[in-house]
C-alpha cells in the first residue's frame, strides 16, 4: 500500500492561520484511522466518501464532499476508502475563524461538510477546478488562493493568537487565571473570545495541548512507566491521566502503545506516520 502526501506552508498572512496545505492521495495504510489532538481540519475530498465518527456513542456519517473540524474535545475516528484523493488545511487552533461564517463553538464536535460552511456553488466550482488541476502543486495553489480570496479579520483574532501561543509553548501548563491578566482583558471576556474563534475555552485548549505534548514524548523503543509519566506532565494521578487518554484517543493508555507499535512496525517510515493512527 502506497499514499501519495504533498506539504506546504503557505505564504503571509495564511502562515500565520494555517501549519501547511496537503495533498493526499492512495491507500492508507488502515481503514480506520484515528486523529490525535488538536486537529483543526478542512478537507476538500475528490475521491469517494469517507466516514467520520465523534465518540463510541455517535453513529458515523459519510462526507462526500469534504469536511470541516473545529477543535475537538474528544477522539474521532475517519474511515477510508480503500483508495482516497483529497486536499487538505492543517489550522492552528484560531486559523479556521476567519473562513467561517458562524461562531466556531457551534461546529465543536459536530464536523459538517464544505458545503455547509461555503456553500453548494462554490464548493462544486472549487472541487472542478481541484480535479483538472495539473498535479498536487497546482491544485495547493488553487486551494491557497481560494483561502486567500476568503480571508477575513474577525474582532478579537490578535488576542485569542497571542493567548493561543502563550498555552501552546508552555505545553498547556500555563495557569488560565493569569492568562486573563496578561492580556489584560477578564476572565469572562477572553473565554467567550475563545468560543467564537477557537471553539473550546483557553482552559479547554490547554488540557488537549498538555495531552498532545505528553504523548508526543512517549519514546515507543522504550518501557513506559504510565505513573512516572502522568506524574511528569501534571497530571493528578495516573487514573486521570488514563480518563485524558480514553477523551482524546478513544484507547486506553496500554491498548495506545499497541496500536502505535503495530502501525512502527508494519509500516516503517510511512508517510502518515505523525500524525493518524489505526482505530484499533
Partial sequence: MSVEYVSRVPRPPLDGLIDDLYYLAG?????RLTLPPPAVLLIVNLG???RIRGGA????????????VT???????????PWTRSVGVHFK?????????????????????????WGRPAVTELRDRLTTADGPHEMLTLLEAELMRRLCAPSGLGLVRHTSSLIAATGGAVAIGELGAATGVSSTHLAQRFKELVGVTPK???????????????????????????????????AHFGHEFRAFTGLTPTRYIEVRRRFLR?????????????AD
Wanted: charged share 20%; net charge negative; hydrophobic share 40%.
Fill in 71 to 81: 477543535m475537538p474535545t474528544r477522539a474521532w475516528e475517519f474511515g477510508y476508502p
Fill in 204 to 238: 479547554r485548549l490547554a488540557r488537549t495541548h498538555r495531552f498532545a505534548a505528553t504523548v508526543f514524548s512517549i519514546n515507543f523503543a522504550e518501557p513506559i512507566d504510565w505513573a512516572d509519566l502522568a506524574g511528569g506532565a501534571g497530571y493528578f494521578d495516573q
Fill in 27 to 31: 491507500e492508507p495504510p488502515y481503514a
Fill in 266 to 278: 508494519e509500516h516503517p517510515g510511512h508517510t502518515l506516520d505523525s500524525w493518524p493512527l489505526p
Fill in 93 to 117: 487552533p484560531w486559523g479556521l475563524a476567519p473562513f467561517l461564517p458562524m461562531p466556531a463553538a457551534e461546529l465543536r464536535d459536530r464536523p459538517v461538510t464544505v458545503e455547509h460552511v
Fill in 48 to 50: 469517494a466518501p469517507f
Fill in 57 to 68: 456513542d455517535v453513529e458515523a456519517a459519510d462526507y462526500a464532499d469534504g469536511c470541516v
